[in-house]
Each structure stands twice: as structure tokens, then as C-alpha cells.
């Protein structure tokens, strides 16, 4: 029954906007209270279609739109658990929202903004084809250009809108470039289809990923791999996500945070056949996840702004989840359940986290923790709901960080095993920085000496509500939900025409590996291969080492304790200073993150595409121009000329217009001579 | 009744001296009158040709052609008349503003 209001996740968010955008000037609030109603009925209609359809059903509505297009609803486990976890932590934020941007001169605009993009990102979660996909995918980056500008008469807010409109783009050409191709590939393999399928809709491209000749594969991966880099904030292309703090705390919170940076790693999830079959398709969204798990994390080391480092570490974790993908190379379509729920959990803690940290900059009124310190004494709810965050980033024993970021530390260790350490290795270092950094940043926050004057009062209740809800999921989801969610998602691809041993062959992977990791998360391959060569597999996919088994524990203690000794006054023996000085190198590249901006905009853009554009607009000039300017100046020379002709006597015109007639009749009587006319 | 060849004769006669005048006149009134002579050349032959056979269309066309040049007179004469308001002279030689 609530799978036929499917359309109404997003039709829902769509008239709140119209109402805020064009009413909600006039309503209380800016008409926050819309938008909350609008998320919240998104929310119970995924509830519902959840109740209806686990654990084995799936949605799929579709239309015809135009020439082979369509547009249509899918939701299996992968559409369904983002419906849920979107609509949930979204409808959250905006309740804090209507706390946080009361008094805002445009509040209004801010709800409507927020509303068309929960729609957007709801109708990307559960569109059936690419194209539609794509469409909401750049809905969603115009509602992050217009959030992150929202407080458009600030300078850097403008350039950082600005930024992140621009760095997400080079990702989207990538996107649409890989659509393109594989639209091109699946037409020309001459499909029959069935009335109702369309060569865009995802379970068509799954069924016939086997024909796609390989080279072409990773073509059409490595696109949709550069708009997923581009949206998540991956290397090369993050540089956009630490400037996108500019928006108000809530927006970083449910945008660049929460949820739309995860549609980059929802798309590859969603695409992870073709990953899969592409060869150097997993490689390399592995490579560029774990490199990003590391870089960013060394990046949160250092910033100052509360604000930022969440931000770095959001970079970091979506690494992580980019790398958990990857390393399904080794084990199989298991890698989307464990990248997934990574995903949902680290949307609970980190929406707590900002949040959290929008609350201590309401009542602080600066983003720099240089200036913070012992905020723990006047807001104790804040500060515990944010202890829980940051135990669960941390990846604490017990709290969801902990059951999901390990999982993808020892799926990286399974792909190890069989491929390549280096992910591996990236990611413990990742882990470790990551209890480093967020410990800094709760110690120095809460804890210690004021080191400023500031604001001291609790956020309201309004506030304060979301921030328990979202705690108690930070805390709880990881050990309530985790078996369920395996295997909930692991029967995502069983619903479609998928067969990844097929795939396997295509991209190149080590089908005894596939085998065994297969077996050991579903336990029913295994006899069919025989032998017990399959079991012992699966044995030998479950049996690590002891010690990789404790390594995220060790890591995730270590990490906050070493951050302890560091910034935590009561238990203080080091000094930052006595490791890095303000003018160590280290520390300046850290700061400096990476020089990127230098090497980015100084020398890349300032000097080879600013040089270029200068020999273009020479040829422009010269050349083209040239020519042309050339042509045109001798027309107007000839015409100099002939215009001579127009003496303004009229005799001479008399005397024309008569030699015009004796010519015309000589003409006449001439050809009826010869019998011409 | 004067024979065909005579009006044509006359008419075409009529034609000439007009075109003549026309090319090798400069002032704006001659230029009218040798327009006229054009016009009324071609009256001549309508009532020649309607004459020949028993018929009225031709004279009835003559009229309406007399009436026309009347009108094309007059406002050929008020352009003439503001010319020489604006540069004293209808020599139109001199008149030559418009062209390159």
C-alpha cells in the first residue's frame, strides 16, 4: 500500500519548497515547521514501503518519458536503507534548523533551499535509471552551491559557493561523459527490450554488463568514478568540501556531511557491478579511497576551526567508505553492505558531531577552538551528546564507528591478503589520526581553561532534541542493526540479473578468492564449488589473526589516550609544541593543506590555464578573428567602390533604366530569333 | 479617321523628344513637363488602339491616366517647391544629398 505513495518522498519535500519559497516570508519561522512536517511524511512513507517490503521485496515503478528515457522508482535495500537513513537524519536537522536559524532575515529562503534538497537527494536515492540519477545529482550540487552561499554578502562564502560549484562540476563532465558512454555501448549491443524496460534503468545495465567489451568498461567506470571523486570529495577533488563550512552549521551538517557527500559512494554502491567487471575499476576507487582516508586525516591533525576539522574528518570517512568498495575486488558484492552501513552510521554520528559543534558555535559565537576551551561547564548536554560522537568517530568499542569502520579495516586486511596491503595500511594509519584528531578537538573544546570571553548558555531544547535522538543512534545502531543490515544488503544484487563470477572473469579478479570471500558471507556457495576447497575458504576468510582482529581497538584507545596526554588538562604531560613548533615544516604543510591551494589556484590555475587561455586568445585573435576581420575589410573596400554608381543625378539613372529596356528588347527579339524564348 | 500609323507615329515622336529631354535637362520644372510628355504619349496610343476597334476600354483607361498624371503633378510640384524653400534652386544638380 505505501509503496503506491512512493512518489511522495519526494513530491512531499517539493511543495514544502514552493510553499516556504513563495509563502514562507510571511509564515512564522520562515515556515520551518513545512519542511519538518514534509521530511517527516518522506520519512514514514520509506518507513512504511520498509515494513512492506523486508526482507525480500522491491519497488520498481516506471514511465515512459521521452525517446528512450523514463522516468521510475526503484527501491531495493540499497534505494531503501538511504531513504530511510535521508529522511530520518534530515527531518532531524531541520528541527534543529528551526532553532538554529530563528532570527535569520532568510530563514525562509534557507527552508526552502533545504527542502528542495532533501527532494533532490531522495529522488536521487531511489531514481531506476542513470539519467534520472544524474538530474537529481546536479539538483542536489545547486542546492549545496546555493546553502553553502547562503549567507551570499560574505565574500568567502560567495568563493567558497563558488569553489564547490566549480571543483563538483570536473566531477559531473566525468559523470556525464561515462553516461554517454555506456548509453552508446548499450545501444549498439542491440538489445530486445521488453516493453517497460528502458537501456538506462539500472537493472537493464546490470543484466548486460557481460556484453560491454572490457576496455570500454573501465572507460565508463572510471567516468562515473570521476563524479563520485567529485561529489564525495575524494583526491584529487576535495578541495572543495573544507570551504563549504561557509554555510550555516546545518547545512554542513545535512549536506556536506550527511548526506549528499554520500552520493558519490551511493552511485559507485549502486554501480558496483560494473565496478566490479571493470578491470581496474575497484582498483582504483580503492586507491583513491584509502589515500583519502589518510591525506584528510593528516589534514583534521592540524585545523583549528571546529568547523573544519569535521570537515577533514568527513573527507576521511568517506575515503573509507570509498575504500570498503574498492576492496570488494577481493571480496565480493559483500563490500556494498559493509561501505553502506559505514554510510548510515557515519551520517548518525557525524550529523551529531556538527550539530554538536552548531550548538557550541551558537552559544560561543566563533568557530575557532583556539578561543573555546571548558565550554563543557555550561553546556553539559552538548557536551555529552558529543562525546558520544566522537567515541562513535573514533570507533570506540561497542559504538557504531567501531562495528563499521573495523569491518572495512578488515575487508581492506581480506584484500590484503589477496591483492595489496597498501589500502590496509592506509587505513589503520587513517584510523589512528582519526581517535587522534577527534579527541584534540572534544579536549580542547570542552575541556581546559576559557581562553576567550564567550557566550555561556545551553542551545534550546529545540536544539537539544535532535542531538539526543541522533546519540542515541551513534551509539546504538552499530550493535542493533549490524548482522541485519549484512545480510539485508547482501541480497541487494539477488533481486536483478547479476552474476558476479561472470563479472569476475571480465575484470580480471582471482575467482578462488571470490569464491572463498563469497562463502564465508553467505555460506552456500561454498559446497557448490566442491572439495571443501570453498569451505576452507570461507574459513580462512573469517579466521584472521588474532591481532588484526584487535587492532582497531588497540587503535581507536591508543588514539584518545595519546590525544589525552596532549589536550586534556587533567591528565596533560606533552605539549603540542614540543612536537611540531609553529614554524615546523610539517606542521605549515599540514596547515597549509598540503599546499594545495598554492599548487591548485596559484601555479595550476594562474599560471598553466591562465598562460593557455592567453596563446588561445592569441590564435582567437589572429586567427580566427583574423581572417575574418580580413574578408569583411574587403568587402567594405569593394564596396568603397561600387557605390560610386549612385551619382544622385538622375539623369544617369534615366539613361540606365533606358539602356536596361533596349538591352531587355534587343534580348527579346534576338532569342525569338534564334527561337531561344 | 487619321490612320493607325499617324498616332503611332505621333505618339512615339512625343516619347522621344520626352526621354530626350529628360536626360539632358537639369531643371526640375522641364523635368515635369518632359514626364508629362511621356505619360500623355502613352494616352495617345490607348485612344489610337480604342479607336481601331469599337471599343471604350482604352479611352476609359486614358482618363484614368489623366487623372493620375494630375495628381502625380502636384505632388511632384510640392516637392519642387520645398527643394527650393530649402536650397533655393530646383537645379537638380545641386540636389544631391542623399547619395553617397
Redesign the interface.
Known amino acids: 500500500m505505501y509503496a503506491d505513495y512512493a512518489y511522495l518522498i519526494v513530491a512531499l519535500p517539493v511543495l514544502a519548497f514552493l510553499l516556504c519559497l513563495f509563502l514562507g516570508w510571511n509564515l512564522p519561522r520562515g515556515g520551518g515547521f513545512i519542511t519538518v512536517l514534509a521530511t517527516l511524511g518522506a520519512f514514514i512513507v520509506s518507513l512504511g514501503i520498509f515494513t512492506e517490503t523486508y526482507p525480500n521485496e522491491i519497488v520498481h515503478q516506471s514511465m515512459p518519458w521521452f525517446a528512450n528515457f523514463n522516468v521510475g522508482i526503484l527501491i531495493d535495500p540499497l534505494a531503501l536503507v538511504m531513504l530511510l537513513m535521508v529522511s530520518f537524519v534530515v527531518t532531524l536537522i531541520h528541527i534543529y534548523g528551526n532553532g538554529y536559524m530563528n532570527g535569520d532575515p532568510g530563514a525562509a529562503r534557507y527552508f526552502a533551499e533545504a527542502a528542495l534538497f532533501s527532494a533532490s537527494m531522495l529522488g536521487l536515492v531511489y531514481a531506476d535509471n542513470l539519467l534520472q540519477l544524474f538530474i537529481f545529482w546536479e539538483l542536489v550540487g545547486l542546492c549545496s552551491y546555493l546553502l553553502i552561499g547562503f549567507w551570499y554578502r560574505k565574500p568567502s562564502a560567495a568563493a567558497a559557493a563558488k569553489k564547490a560549484f566549480l571543483t563538483t562540476r570536473v566531477g559531473d563532465v566525468l559523470f556525464l561523459a561515462g553516461i554517454i558512454l555506456l548509453y552508446n555501448n548499450l545501444a549498439n549491443l542491440n538489445i530486445a527490450l521488453k516493453p517497460g524496460e528502458y537501456l538506462l534503468q539500472f537493472p537493464v545495465i546490470y543484466a548486460h554488463i557481460m556484453e560491454i567489451p572490457a576496455d570500454q568498461l573501465t572507460l565508463i567506470a572510471l567516468g562515473l568514478l570521476g563524479g563520485a571523486v567529485g561529489k564525495s570529495g575524494q583526491f584529487p577533488l576535495h578541495v572543495w568540501l573544507p570551504d563549504a563550512m561557509e554555510g550555516p552549521t546545518t547545512v554542513s551538517a545535512m549536506i556536506h556531511a550527511a548526506t549528499m557527500v554520500t552520493a558519490g559512494v551511493y552511485l559507485v554502491a549502486r554501480m558496483f557491478p560494473l565496478f566490479y567487471a571493470a578491470p581496474y575499476g575497484l582498483t582504483a576507487v580503492a586507491a583513491v579511497g584509502a589515500f583519502t582516508a589518510l591525506f584528510a586525516a593528516t589534514m583534521g591533525l592540524t585545523a583549528f576551526d571546529i568547523k573544519r576539522v569535521l570537515a577533514f574528518s568527513t573527507v576521511s570517512q568517506l575515503g573509507f567508505m570509498m575504500a570498503g568498495l574498492g576492496v570488494g575486488a577481493a571480496v565480493g558484492a559483500v563490500a556494498v553492505g559493509v561501505s553502506m552501513f559505514h554510510l548510515i552510521g557515519h551520517s548518525f554520528f557525524k550529523a551529531l558531531l556538527f550539530l554538536c559543534a552548531g550548538s557550541v558555535i551558537h552559544a560561543v559565537n566563533t568557530n575557532d577552538m583556539r578561543e573555546m576551551g571548558g565550554v563543557g561547564k555550561y553546556m553539559k548536554w552538548t557536551m555529552y551528546t558529543m562525546l558520544i560522537g566522537s567515541l562513535s568517530l573514533a570507533g570506540f568499542p561497542l559504538f557504531t564507528g567501531f562495528f563499521s569502520k573495523d569491518e572495512i579495516i578488515v575487508i581492506a586486511y581480506e584484500y590484503g591478503t589477496m591483492i595489496n596491503f597498501l589500502p590496509y595500511i592506509f587505513l589503520v594509519l587513517a584510523a589512528i589520526l582519526t581517535a587522534i584528531y577527534t579527541f584534540r578537538m572534544w579536549f580542547s573544546v570542552f575541556t581546559g581553561k576559557e581562553r576567550s570571553n564567550y557566550g555561556k548558555h545551553e542551545s534550546p531544547m529545540v536544539m537539544i532534541g535532535p542531538l539526543v535522538i541522533l546519540a542515541v543512534f551513534a551509539f546504538g545502531f552499530g550493535f542493533a542493526a549490524q548482522e541485519d543490515f549484512y545480510s539485508y544488503l547482501d541480497s541487494n544484487f539477488e533481486h536483478y540479473d547479476v552474476n558476479f563470477e561472470h563479472l569476475a572473469a571480465i575484470g580480471g579478479h582471482e575467482i578462488l578468492g571470490e569464491h572463498g570471500a563469497e562463502a564465508a558471507a553467505e555460506g552456500e556457495h561454498a559446497a557448490a564449488e566442491g572439495e571443501g576447497g570453498g569451505e576452507a575458504a570461507a574459513e580462512e576468510a573469517h579466521g584472521e589473526p588474532w591481532y588484526i582482529q584487535i587492532l582497531p581497538i588497540i587503535v581507536a584507545i591508543g588514539g584518545i589516550l595519546t590525544a589525552a596526554l596532549f589536550y586534556w588538562d587533567k591528565v596533560k604531560k606533552f605539549d603540542p609544541s614540543q612536537v611540531t613548533g609553529d614554524k615546523d615544516p610539517l606542521r605549515q604543510t599540514l596547515l597549509k593543506g598540503y599546499y594545495q591551494h598554492e599548487i591548485f589556484t596559484g601555479w595550476f590555475a594562474e599560471t598553466v590555464v591562465y598562460g593557455t587561455s592567453l596563446i588561445c586568445n592569441m590564435i582567437d585573435i589572429k586567427l580566427v578573428d583574423g581572417w575574418l576581420n580580413w574578408l569583411s575589410a574587403w568587402v567594405l573596400g569593394f564596396a568603397q567602390h561600387v557605390?560610386?554608381v549612385?551619382?544622385?543625378?538622375?539623369?544617369n539613372y534615366?539613361?540606365a533604366l533606358?539602356l536596361g529596356v533596349v538591352v531587355l528588347v534587343v534580348v527579346i527579339y534576338l532569342g525569338k530569333g534564334v527561337g531561344l524564348i | 479617321m487619321i490612320p493607325l500609323e499617324l498616332s503611332i507615329l505621333l505618339a512615339s515622336t512625343m516619347f522621344t523628344i520626352g526621354?530626350y529631354g529628360?536626360?539632358?535637362q537639369?531643371n526640375g520644372i522641364k523635368?515635369m513637363m518632359c514626364i508629362e510628355l511621356l505619360l500623355n504619349s502613352a494616352n495617345i496610343n490607348l485612344v489610337a488602339f480604342s479607336a481601331q476597334q469599337p471599343n471604350v476600354n482604352g479611352q476609359v483607361f486614358a482618363l484614368f491616366s489623366i487623372a493620375l498624371a494630375a495628381a502625380e503633378a502636384g505632388v511632384g510640384f510640392a516637392i519642387l517647391i520645398a527643394l527650393y524653400r530649402l536650397y533655393g534652386t530646383i537645379d537638380?544638380?545641386n540636389i544631391?544629398a542623399?547619395?553617397?
Open positions: 557605390r560610386k549612385q551619382t544622385g543625378i538622375v539623369q534615366v539613361a533606358m | 526621354l529628360l536626360i539632358t537639369k523635368l537638380l544638380d544631391n542623399m547619395r553617397w
